[in-house]
């Protein structure tokens, strides 16, 4: 009878096993970023703690702690040495001993250790998301845990006390060092710029203000409640809710995590724990309410890069570039802009107008608030305009209803767009004549395009956008019409542009084979990817080409990578293999303009005007481009 009862008890044990194996991790055990089991889960299976690829690089690892139930498998931690991910290649190993954690390479050099003060009599992944290592002798002592050394994220039950720092992602598939942290430090939570990539801080953007002089009074712990709520609380053991936090309404069967995302925005986000489909991560709240505006520092570019100015999206920033300027990098809309023609002093011989060569263009509501060299007042926009076009120095001049002219010159810094529309701000920005595209009367395409592309906005939104796709389809008839009838491209003409060619074995490792599906249209299949540089693209598979079609191809390539337009997506480059043709583009990340246009609410009168006449001015640059495809068209 005792045998029987025993042998059931070992059966009902059987289940048990699993659990106990991934919540008690014995010294001695290991992960290799080779095997099938690189990673320790917790007893519930919510987080996983071991190795993940870097971005689909198949010889680069990190060491990481994600969601391991969601399909997105979000990373909330990754080992780092001085605010650097650490990387392992392939074949490495990872082991629990008394001393802590030691990482090594396949050859055995130490890649990353982390060694504690006590002795470890072994290690778990907790429910809670926080890997620890047990002090031997004392179960409930911790002689190391991820909790005390965040990244960008932190979970419910985590505290983050005085001195902690998280630190943003370069972006978001970049897990280097980015350009913001958030410090708890001094008895406040202060979120700053800084100059990367140096360590050196700028002017913090929000502070929770909660110092006192009466250190009992002072902030002593940032806390992620249970609850997912998210407070300061004081020596004296006050809790103290942060300022523009909004108070969260209760949700259950939920996700929590609040990340100092890439853009510098401090957010908290929920994800449904139920398993429908189609679920994600949604934004519960964030700090601070405008970062465009919030970066005051005279140094720095503010939160986009320099000559560019930040829009807020959904309360995100988003940048743009001025008129006649384009991206530093076309796949980064924080890298800055740079103007498509040369400016400055000496450019010319002096023998032409100022007027002959430039123009001033508007943005309504702009303003670059830093780094003017010349206040003139009083002075109207005409005066303003005119003072800016004769000046080699000026690049923009900001005009407001004080009648002052600011004029300005490289680098603009802290561009910001004023989307209540208050004081009455004005940039003029100097473009060099010809800078944009030209029809064949002599007048710009956007000038001429206004009255046309007016009249079809007071039939209404709906009559609007059909007549955009009507224009569409015929300039693309004419595009074609006009390149059967004389532009012979031969393949040479590509290598004539400045395009890169992609292997079709390094599109397939960026894609993960051709998997994250974009979107589809008539001629092919648009799949996102990401680049060994961490850049994020756009792929479009073209469908198989009859050998007639060969040499349309060619054309295509050719007259896309010679036209550049901020209105156009870019083409970064292709891939000719065998009968695989495939075209490179940026990755537009905010969405497509579909999403926009027709989103709730909709977009006001005034951003349709502007989109209307941003189409036109592409639509324009593809007509010249189809007509004159040697030829360069910004």
Not at 306 to 327: K, V
Not at 546 to 575: D, M, P, Y
Request: hydrophobic letters at 35%; proline letters at 5%.
């Amino acid at each position: 009878m005792d045998s029987l009862a025993l042998s059931c008890l070992i059966l009902l044990s059987l289940p048990l096993l699993p659990f106990l194996s991934t919540a008690n991790i014995a010294l001695g055990s290991t992960l290799s970023s080779t095997s099938n089991n690189s990673s320790w889960i917790s007893p519930s299976r919510d987080f996983a703690f071991g190795f993940r690829q870097l971005n689909n690089n198949s010889d680069l690892f990190l060491l990481a702690i994600w969601f391991s139930k969601i399909p997105e498998r979000t990373i909330i931690w990754h080992a780092n040495e001085d605010n650097h991910p650490v990387l392992a290649p392939r074949g490495s190993t990872l082991e629990v001993t008394a001393t802590g954690l030691q990482l090594k390479d396949p050859g055995g050099q130490a890649i990353w250790d982390e060694k504690p003060n006590k002795i470890v009599s072994d290690a778990a992944m907790l429910d809670t998301g926080n890997f620890v290592l047990i002090a031997s002798g004392n179960n409930s002592d911790y002689a190391w845990q991820s909790f005390k050394s965040p990244t960008d994220t932190i979970l419910p039950t985590q505290i983050l006390d005085l001195g902690s720092v998280l630190v943003s992602r370069l972006t978001e598939t970049n897990f280097s060092k980015g350009r913001f942290e958030l410090h708890f430090s001094n008895g406040s939570l202060l979120l700053i710029p800084v100059a990367w990539p140096t360590p050196f801080q700028y002017k913090n953007y929000y502070t929770s203000d909660t110092y006192s002089a009466n250190s009992s009074e002072s902030g002593h712990q940032l806390v992620f409640n249970e609850s997912a709520d998210i407070y300061i609380k004081k020596n004296n053991g006050q809790i103290v809710q942060l300022p523009q936090w909004n108070r969260l309404s209760p949700i259950g069967d939920h996700y929590f995590q609040a990340t100092l995302d890439f853009d510098g925005v401090f957010t908290e986000y929920a994800y449904p724990k139920n398993s429908a489909p189609d679920q994600s991560w949604f934004t519960t709240r964030r700090l601070s309410n405008n970062i465009c505006t919030a970066i005051s520092d005279e140094f720095g570019s503010g939160a986009c890069g320099f000559n560019s100015y930040c829009l807020l999206q959904n309360g995100r920033p988003f940048c743009e570039c001025p008129p006649g300027y384009l991206f530093v990098d076309p796949t980064n809309i924080f890298s800055g802009c740079k103007p498509n023609y040369s400016q400055g002093c000496g450019l010319d011989d002096g023998s032409r107008n100022a007027e002959e060569l430039y123009e001033m263009r508007e943005l309504a509501n702009v303003n670059w608030p830093f780094g003017y060299y010349e206040r003139l007042e009083p002075y109207d926009q005409t005066e303003c305009e005119t003072s800016c076009l004769h000046d080699c120095l000026c690049a923009v001049a900001i005009y407001n209803n004080a009648r002052q002219c600011w004029k300005k010159r490289f680098p603009l810094s802290l561009g910001a767009y004023d989307n209540a529309g208050t004081g009455f701000t004005k940039a003029l920005i100097k473009v060099r004549k010809g800078g944009f595209p030209v029809d064949f009367d002599g007048n710009t395409c956007g000038k001429k395009g206004i009255p046309i592309l007016l009249g079809a906005l007071l039939l209404g939104s709906s009559v609007f956008f059909n007549g955009l796709l009507l224009l569409a389809i015929s300039l693309l008839v004419f595009v074609r019409r006009k390149r059967k009838d004389g532009n012979k491209v031969q393949r040479s003409s590509i290598s004539e542009t400045n395009l890169r060619f992609f292997s079709l074995a390094e599109l397939n490792e960026a894609t993960n084979g051709i998997e994250d599906e974009l979107g589809r249209g008539s001629f092919g299949i648009v799949y996102k990817g990401v680049l060994a540089s961490g850049n994020a693209v756009a792929v479009k598979k073209l469908d198989k080409l009859a050998q007639e079609r060969e040499r349309e191809f060619t054309t295509e390539v050719s007259a896309i990578g010679k036209t550049h337009n901020k209105n156009l997506v870019q083409l970064l480059g292709f891939c000719d293999e065998g009968l695989n043709r495939l075209l490179v583009y940026e990755f537009m990340g905010i969405g497509t303009l579909a999403n926009l246009i027709f989103a709730s609410p909709r977009p006001d009168w005034s951003l349709r005007v502007r989109i209307s006449l941003e189409i036109a001015r592409g639509f324009c640059t593809c007509r010249k481009s189809a007509m004159f495809p040697s030829s360069t068209v910004t």
